[in-house]
């Protein structure tokens, strides 16, 4: 089906472990985006892509890492994960148009460092 | 630095109401503005996007308006049904840049009793 997936939906780790969150869309949307979602910060963006091979950081982007060798996935790397980081994280995407294209997202994945 | 406010953080009303979402916005130099119902453990659906030379955008029982010059947008739910009942974010693009890059508040959690 046609959308956005993000994998896994649900993951626990521990600190100092790397970890990599999957998002893959189907429509062949130009931008992708990272959010974390925390109570009391509401969305915030980690990173975002115009295009594969083409991203920039975000709000938020320190003990993050990203990458975009092809246009349909964008994942998102804890490469030494800390409690700071448990959060839920959505991925998004949308075309650049004229201002009148809206983003969507996928279902998140929720992310629990012990 | 752009701000997005909503108020209230929670409206609990009785099925049939008519009621009215708040979100203002700090700088008036916007791309567009989105709203966006979460339900738990789920992701973001868009409902309405206004590009910044609209003022207002409707579908269905849902109505949006936007006053740029005041930092104000609306979201209007007529004849609130249970199923109304999620958290409802309002998010800005910001200034003239194509990026894409949103920018949320931290939602009303509207719950709709039967």
């Known amino acids: 089906d046609a959308g956005i997936t993000q994998s896994p939906r649900y993951k626990i780790t521990e600190t100092g472990r790397q970890v990599t969150l999957m998002c893959h869309q189907t429509?062949?949307?130009?931008?992708m985006f990272w959010y974390r979602q925390d109570l009391g910060h509401g969305l915030r963006l980690i990173y975002y892509s115009a295009a594969a091979d083409i991203t920039d950081k975000g709000e938020v982007p320190d003990g993050y890492v990203v990458s975009r060798s092809k246009t349909e996935n964008f994942p998102l790397t804890l490469e030494s994960a800390t409690r700071s980081q448990t959060s839920v994280y959505f991925c998004a995407s949308s075309e650049p148009g004229q201002g009148n294209q809206p983003q969507h997202f996928g279902d998140g994945t929720r992310l629990s460092i012990l | 630095k752009q701000e997005v406010t909503q108020i209230p953080a929670a409206l609990s009303v009785p099925e049939g109401e008519n009621l009215v979402l708040n979100c203002s916005f700090t700088d008036s130099a916007i791309y567009n503005l989105q709203w966006f119902r979460q339900d738990p453990g789920k992701g973001l659906t868009s409902l309405l996007l206004?590009?910044?030379?609209?003022r207002e955008q409707t579908s269905g029982r849902l109505n949006a308006s936007l006053d740029k010059s005041s930092g104000r947008s609306t979201l209007y739910i007529a004849a609130s049904q249970p199923g109304d009942s999620a958290t409802y974010l309002c998010?800005?693009?910001?200034?003239?840049?194509?990026?894409?890059?949103?920018?949320f508040g931290q939602g009303t959690t509207l719950q709709v009793k039967p």
């Open positions: 998010a800005v693009r910001a200034g003239s840049s194509n990026t894409g890059k949103l920018i």
């Open positions: 429509w062949s949307h130009s931008y």
């Open positions: 206004i590009q910044s030379s609209q």
